[in-house]
């Protein structure tokens, strides 16, 4: 028998041979590790196969998980500890499959599976996961991975795989701006589309199978990313980001989609010039877009801004903001005496916003709707009206040109859903050749008026110096009314006075009028008494002489008492009949001499009174002999 301390030996000996054994089996795992278990022996794998399903040799496709795992004698199973995969945050990782089916000729990467994000090997490898490239990805979190089978990218290793860690980020379309998808994968596009259609289900392409299986093909996409974070596989999904379409204030956006649902007209049977379809087919959208940002796919979508506003085109050497007018010119146009002249036209119109898609459906753009519509309308007509007239009648009747190419273009441009607002002629330039007869005359003009109104000027002054004048002597004229209005008062006193002295006079006037009346008619009456005595002793005086004449003649004769009576008179008179000194008629200067002699010694002998004794008797000035 064994004593106890024989016991207590071989007790020893069992737990020792017990614990090797154990350990001979017994694996650890630590929490952030897993165990990728290797079969040393046993049956062989599959061709073309690396992970065993059914206890093949190689490597398992489970993985011991965290803790204490026995049996796995290590003479049998080699376990390889590896460390859990980590996605961090605002992170993905992509899955590469080492094993699996072959991936169809039609696809590039192999098909999302349920496999638990990876983390099943064995579901994987059983619900045909196919090798290589995964179209499924891993997102943020922690995953135990068996690397046998799959490699995991992350952001450390994406070199060695041809990547960027930028592109293992979670994407990010920035505000204010649209993402252009186009994706790697899928059915091809059908022929004469330009863009794969818009599919539903695939939650912005983040679900990448179902993007597959809803139909969705490879190359650019009509749907576009929004503002936010994408968990995108790059494999799959690459992502241009460009700006939102902007519509400014006073424009609308009219869309013409190169993709979309077949077109349907919306547009009427008496719109023959295009079609208008509605939103999401092919053609022009009958609703434009009002001011505002929108997220327009613009490889696939053009969107022709179309001001709302009036617009003004010049037909000149300026151009407006727009640049519609950038290639108009100033018209040039002949006139009908022959003469050539340009002149500047500016045309407003205006574009509703309803009639903006037809206008873009007729014309295709706004450019072209300058070019081709409105610079030929306004430039041939203002040619063909400058030919009927000259061009002095052209300059006289600017307005009414004005307002009859109004009313033409105005017609012409409602044929394609454009208001005219107005039609302004500008700056006109006529030949110099004809100008400068008017420019001559309208100087010559213009010298006349200058000197007209600086005559007026200097009348102006001459009233205003006048007037100046007046003011200033002002004081001196109410002095002077003052003294006429005293002078005037004195006058009148002077008036009142004299009329009462004339008054006194006229009775003293009358009274010695009177008196002289009565005096008068008193003498009056003796001066005729007087008169009628004389005119009696005249009368007898006359009477007795002619009695006495007639006696004479009677006694006498006619002649010889006549010449009594004369020789009476003269010697009445003391008138000499016979000369002092008589001269011969012949003696000559002697005889001549004698008789001045003879005068002198007359002249000094003979008094004085007897000289005047002889002088003829004055002539009776009262008609009396």
């Given at each position: 028998?064994?004593?106890?301390?024989?016991?207590?030996?071989?007790?020893?000996?069992?737990?020792?041979?017990?614990?090797?054994?154990?350990?001979?089996?017994?694996?650890?795992?630590?929490?952030?590790?897993?165990?990728?278990?290797?079969?040393?022996?046993?049956?062989?794998?599959?061709?073309?196969?690396?992970?065993?399903?059914?206890?093949?040799?190689?490597?398992?496709?489970?993985?011991?998980?965290?803790?204490?795992?026995?049996?796995?004698?290590?003479?049998?199973?080699?376990?390889?500890?590896?460390?859990?995969?980590?996605?961090?945050?605002?992170?993905?990782?992509?899955?590469?499959?080492?094993?699996?089916?072959?991936?169809?000729?039609?696809?590039?990467?192999?098909?999302?599976?349920?496999?638990?994000?990876?983390?099943s090997a064995r579901a994987f490898l059983t619900n045909g996961g196919e090798k290589g490239r995964q179209l499924a990805f891993l997102?943020?979190?922690?995953?135990?991975?068996?690397?046998?089978?799959?490699?995991?990218?992350?952001?450390?290793?994406?070199?060695?795989?041809?990547?960027?860690?930028?592109?293992?980020?979670?994407?990010?379309?920035?505000?204010?701006?649209?993402?252009?998808?186009?994706?790697?994968?899928?059915?091809?596009?059908?022929?004469?589309?330009?863009?794969?259609?818009?599919?539903?289900?695939?939650?912005?392409?983040?679900?990448?199978?179902?993007?597959?299986?809803?139909?969705?093909?490879?190359?650019?996409?009509?749907?576009?990313?929004?503002?936010?974070?994408?968990?995108?596989?790059?494999?799959?999904v690459q992502v241009d980001q460009i700006p939102m379409t902007e519509i400014p204030i006073g424009y609308v956006g009219v869309v013409?989609?190169?993709?979309?649902?077949?077109?349907?007209?919306?547009?009427?049977?008496?719109?023959?010039?295009?079609?208008?379809?509605?939103?999401?087919?092919?053609?022009?959208?009958?609703?434009?877009?009002?001011?505002?940002?929108?997220?327009?796919?613009?490889?696939?979508?053009?969107?022709?801004?179309?001001?709302?506003?009036?617009?003004?085109?010049?037909?000149?050497?300026?151009?407006?903001?727009?640049?519609?007018?950038?290639?108009?010119?100033?018209?040039?146009?002949?006139?009908?005496?022959?003469?050539?002249?340009?002149?500047?036209?500016?045309?407003?119109?205006?574009?509703?916003?309803?009639?903006?898609?037809?206008?873009?459906?007729?014309?295709?753009?706004?450019?072209?709707?300058?070019?081709?519509?409105?610079?030929?309308?306004?430039?041939?007509?203002?040619?063909?009206?400058?030919?009927?007239?000259?061009?002095?009648?052209?300059?006289?009747?600017?307005?009414?040109?004005?307002?009859?190419?109004?009313?033409?273009?105005?017609?012409?441009?409602?044929?394609?859903?454009?208001?005219?607002?107005?039609?302004?002629?500008?700056?006109?330039?006529?030949?110099?050749?004809?100008?400068?007869?008017?420019?001559?005359?309208k100087i010559a003009d213009e010298l006349k008026r200058t000197f007209e109104v600086q005559r007026e000027a200097q009348m102006k002054?001459?009233?205003?110096?006048?007037?100046?004048?007046?003011?200033?002597?002002?004081?001196?004229?109410?002095?002077?009314?003052?003294?006429?209005?005293?002078?005037?008062?004195?006058?009148?006193?002077?008036?009142?006075?004299?009329?009462?002295?004339?008054?006194?006079?006229?009775?003293?006037?009358?009274?010695?009028?009177?008196?002289?009346?009565?005096?008068?008619?008193?003498?009056?009456?003796?001066?005729?008494?007087?008169?009628?005595?004389?005119?009696?002793?005249?009368?007898?005086?006359?009477?007795?002489?002619?009695?006495?004449?007639?006696?004479?003649?009677?006694?006498?004769?006619?002649?010889?008492?006549?010449?009594?009576?004369?020789?009476?008179?003269?010697?009445?008179?003391?008138?000499?009949?016979?000369?002092?000194?008589?001269?011969?008629?012949?003696?000559?200067?002697?005889?001549?001499?004698?008789?001045?002699?003879?005068?002198?010694?007359?002249?000094?002998?003979?008094?004085?009174?007897?000289?005047?004794?002889?002088?003829?008797?004055?002539?009776?000035?009262?008609?009396?002999?």
């Amino acid at each position: 028998m064994f004593d106890i301390s024989t016991w207590v030996v071989l007790g020893a000996v069992v737990l020792k041979l017990g614990f090797i054994v154990v350990l001979l089996g017994l694996w650890v795992i630590r929490e952030n590790e897993a165990g990728v278990v290797v079969k040393k022996f046993g049956p062989g794998l599959p061709a073309g196969r690396l992970i065993a399903l059914n206890g093949e040799a190689g490597y398992q496709a489970e993985l011991l998980p965290p803790g204490w795992h026995f049996g796995l004698w290590r003479w049998k199973y080699k376990v390889l500890r590896v460390p859990l995969v980590t996605v961090p945050p605002e992170e993905i990782a992509l899955v590469v499959a080492k094993d699996g089916a072959a991936i169809p000729a039609e696809r590039i990467l192999g098909q999302e599976v349920s496999c638990d994000d990876f983390q099943s090997a064995r579901a994987f490898l059983t619900n045909g996961g196919e090798k290589g490239r995964q179209l499924a990805f891993l997102t943020a979190g922690t995953y135990r991975v068996n690397p046998a089978l799959f490699d995991v990218i992350t952001t450390k290793n994406a070199s060695h795989y041809g990547l960027s860690p930028s592109q293992l980020e979670v994407f990010r379309v920035q505000p204010d701006r649209v993402g252009i998808v186009t994706t790697l994968d899928g059915a091809p596009i059908a022929a004469g589309d330009l863009a794969g259609p818009e599919v539903q289900g695939h939650e912005h392409f983040q679900r990448g199978q179902a993007f597959i299986d809803a139909g969705g093909c490879r190359g650019l996409q009509e749907q576009v990313l929004l503002s936010g974070a994408w968990n995108l596989n790059p494999w799959l999904v690459q992502v241009d980001q460009i700006p939102m379409t902007e519509i400014p204030i006073g424009y609308v956006g009219v869309v013409v989609s190169y993709v979309g649902k077949e077109h349907v007209d919306l547009s009427g049977d008496d719109f023959t010039h295009g079609d208008l379809v509605e939103k999401g087919r092919k053609g022009v959208w009958i609703e434009p877009l009002l001011p505002g940002k929108h997220p327009i796919n613009t490889r696939v979508m053009k969107v022709e801004l179309v001001p709302t506003t009036n617009i003004v085109l010049n037909w000149a050497t300026r151009t407006e903001a727009h640049k519609y007018d950038e290639k108009l010119c100033p018209i040039t146009v002949r006139s009908k005496d022959g003469f050539s002249f340009t002149l500047d036209v500016s045309q407003i119109i205006h574009i509703g916003m309803k009639s903006a898609p037809r206008v873009i459906s007729r014309v295709g753009s706004m450019q072209n709707l300058v070019d081709h519509v409105l610079q030929p309308t306004v430039a041939n007509y203002f040619r063909n009206s400058a030919q009927e007239v000259s061009v002095l009648e052209f300059l006289s009747a600017r307005s009414q040109r004005q307002q009859e190419a109004y009313a033409n273009i105005k017609s012409a441009t409602e044929a394609y859903d454009v208001e005219c607002i107005d039609t302004l002629i500008g700056d006109i330039v006529p030949p110099a050749e004809l100008m400068k007869t008017q420019t001559d005359r309208k100087i010559a003009d213009e010298l006349k008026r200058t000197f007209e109104v600086q005559r007026e000027a200097q009348m102006k002054r001459q009233e205003l110096e006048r007037e100046t004048s007046i003011a200033n002597m002002q004081a001196e004229v109410v002095r002077s009314e003052q003294t006429v209005r005293i002078s005037e008062r004195n006058a009148q006193s002077v008036a009142e006075t004299a009329k009462g002295e004339a008054a006194r006079r006229r009775v003293n006037a009358e009274a010695d009028a009177l008196s002289l009346k009565l005096g008068a008619e008193a003498e009056a009456q003796a001066v005729r008494l007087k008169g009628i005595a004389e005119a009696d002793a005249v009368r007898a005086v006359g009477a007795a002489k002619a009695e006495a004449y007639r006696s004479g003649v009677e006694a006498l004769g006619t002649g010889a008492y006549t010449t009594v009576q004369l020789a009476g008179i003269l010697g009445e008179h003391h008138v000499k009949l016979v000369p002092d000194v008589a001269v011969g008629g012949e003696g000559g200067a002697g005889a001549l001499a004698t008789a001045l002699m003879g005068r002198m010694l007359s002249g000094a002998a003979t008094p004085a009174k007897a000289t005047a004794a002889v002088a003829p008797p004055p002539l009776p000035t009262n008609g009396k002999a």
